[in-house]
């Protein structure tokens, strides 16, 4: 069963989860027909495959050492920290400890561009199923 979306107006906390970190899942935690708001958990030394989205996206590190890896170069992101990366851009992240990332996604129609982001795989299983 799916957990239900926040709706517009409504207070989303994205503070560290600290010890409970090791035990949590990605959720989608907003989605509508412009926007949608991911919280990926990822456990040390686990990647998430290359992918892309079409327009440009935020990841946010909000606890943990995480790698945003592209074909022209690496950014290290730690807690508070954040890169927005360009439309279409091939990206792939990389755990280096058990971390917390906030994605923003540009939506069209509902989903995240044409195709992009197709193919993404996370811990918990693909995009299109964290986002439901």
Known sequence: MALPHAQLLDTISVRPLGAALGKAVSTSL?????????????????????????DECTVHCLEGDV??????????????????????QR??????????VLLTLLLHHGD?????GAGVRTSQGTADEASR
Do not use: F, I
Not at 72 to 88: D, I, N
């Open 112 to 116: 995240a561009g044409d195709a992009g």
């Open 30 to 54: 907003l989605k509508t027909d412009r926007l949608q708001l991911l919280h990926l958990v990822l456990p040390a030394h686990h990647d998430q495959p290359e992918h892309h989205v079409a």
């Open 91 to 100: 990206h792939s992240l990389r755990a280096r400890s058990d971390s917390a």
């Open 67 to 88: 790698e945003v890896v592209m074909p022209g170069g690496t950014r290290r992101l730690q807690s508070g920290e954040l890169v927005v990366l360009p439309g279409q």
